[in-house]
DNA sequence: TACTTTGTACAGTTTTTACTGTACGTTCTT
DNA sequence: AAGAACGTACAGTAAAAACTGTACAAAGTA
C-alpha cells in the first residue's frame, strides 16, 4: 500500500486496521450501484499515500490492470476518484475525492438528477396524451373516470419529481448545510 | 391491468402511455438497487386500481409467481408497497405505497442508515486501535507519522457519517421539508 | 379428518455481469 | 522514424443474479 517494503512486518496491525475499513467502505458501495471489487479499489485509494497508477492498484488488488481501468473509469464517472498529473509519469495517476460531502453531492447530481429528468419529461407527454384521451372519450363516464385517476397519479409522481430536483438543488447550492451543518467529529 | 375486459380495445391508447410511465418508473429503479422486472412490478402496482394478488401479478407480467413472491418481497422490505387485508379474500393483496416521500425517506432510512450505523462503528475500533498503536510505536516517527494520516481519514469519514446520520433525521422528522416545502405541481 | 388453496423453499436453468488475456492504437522516448 | 510503454477495445470465460417449476408446509374449507 505504498509503505517503504522494510515495514511491512512491523505495520501488519496498521495493514489489518485498513483492510477492515476498505472492505467496509466497499461493502457499502453497492448504495451507489458500485460492484463489490470496484468499491474495494476505492477504498484502497482512499488509503493510499499518494496517487497510483493502473498497475499499482493491479498488484495490490491482485486483478488484471483491465478490471482497473474500468473500475476506475466507473469511479471517474461518477467522480469518486480524480485524475492526476505528475510531471514526469508517462502514466495515468488516480486519486480519491477526500471531499465525500462533494462525492455524495456528485452522485445525486449524475445518477438520480439524470432519473429525474427523464420522468419528467415521460409525465409530461403522458399527462398531454391523457388530456387528449379526455376529449375524445368525453361521453364514456367510465373511461373519464380511468382518466382522472391515472391523471391524478401522474399528477402527484410529478410534483414528487420536482420536488426532488429542488432537494437535489439544495445539495449543490450548499443549502443544505443550513438545515444540516457540517460539525466537527464527536471525540472517538 | 384490472379494467373491464370488454374495454380492452378501446383502451390501448390509454394501455399504452401506462406501459411506458411503468417502464420509465421501472428503468429508475435501479437507484433503489432494485432490478428491472422488479422495478415492473413496481409500476404495475402504481397503476393498478386495487390491490393485486401474486397470481394478478404474474399473469400481468407474464411471468412465474415465484418471481412475483420474491419481487413483492424485496419492495416489501423497503416499504414500497404495503400488504392489505381484505375479508373474504384468502390471498394475500398488495399495493404500492402511494406517498412517494414517505417512500424516499423509507429507503434512506432502512438502506443508507443502516450503511451508516456499521461504518460507524467499524471506525470507532479502528481508532482505538491506531491509538494503541500511537503508544506503542510511539519511538517510531515513520510509523507516528502513518498512524496520524490514517486518524485525519478516519475522522474526516466519521464527521461525514454523522452528517449523513442526521440528514436522514431530517428526512424521517420531516424538517426537510422546511427547507425545500412540498408544493403544488406546476401546471402540466 | 380429508381436501383445497396459497405462498415460498429449493434445485436447476437461463441470463447478466464481472473479470481476464490478447491485440492494438496512441503517445512518449531516443 | 523506430521502439517502448501505456491504456483500453474486444472476445472469451468465470461468477453471480434472475427466473422457473416442483414440492411442500401452513391455513382455510367442507
Given at each position: 500500500m505504498g509503505l517503504d517494503p522494510g515495514k511491512e512486518e512491523q505495520n501488519a496491525a496498521l495493514q489489518k486496521m485498513r483492510k477492515r475499513v476498505i472492505e467496509t467502505i466497499g461493502r457499502n458501495m453497492?448504495?451507489?450501484?458500485i460492484s463489490l471489487s470496484t468499491g474495494h479499489l476505492y477504498g484502497l485509494l482512499y488509503f493510499a499515500d499518494k496517487p497510483m497508477t493502473l498497475d499499482e492498484m493491479g498488484s495490490e488488488m491482485k486483478m488484471s490492470k483491465t478490471s482497473m481501468s474500468t473500475g476506475v473509469r466507473t469511479l471517474l464517472d461518477l467522480k469518486m476518484v480524480n485524475k492526476v498529473w505528475e510531471k514526469?509519469?508517462?502514466?495515468?495517476l488516480y486519486e480519491v475525492e477526500y471531499d465525500w460531502?462533494?462525492?455524495f453531492t456528485d452522485f445525486f447530481d449524475i445518477k438520480w438528477r439524470k432519473s429525474v429528468e427523464t420522468n419528467i419529461l415521460i409525465l409530461r407527454k403522458s399527462m398531454e396524451e391523457i388530456n387528449k384521451l379526455e376529449k375524445e372519450y368525453a361521453e364514456d363516464p367510465e373511461m373519464v373516470d380511468?382518466?382522472?385517476?391515472?391523471?391524478?397519479?401522474?399528477?402527484d409522481a410529478y410534483a414528487y419529481y420536482q420536488w426532488l430536483d429542488r432537494l437535489i438543488d439544495t445539495f449543490e447550492n450548499g443549502d443544505i448545510y443550513k438545515l444540516v451543518p457540517?460539525?466537527?467529529p464527536d471525540e472517538i
Open positions: 453497492d448504495l451507489y450501484g514526469g509519469s508517462r502514466k495515468d460531502y462533494q462525492t380511468l382518466l382522472h385517476k391515472d391523471k391524478a397519479k401522474l399528477r457540517k460539525e466537527l
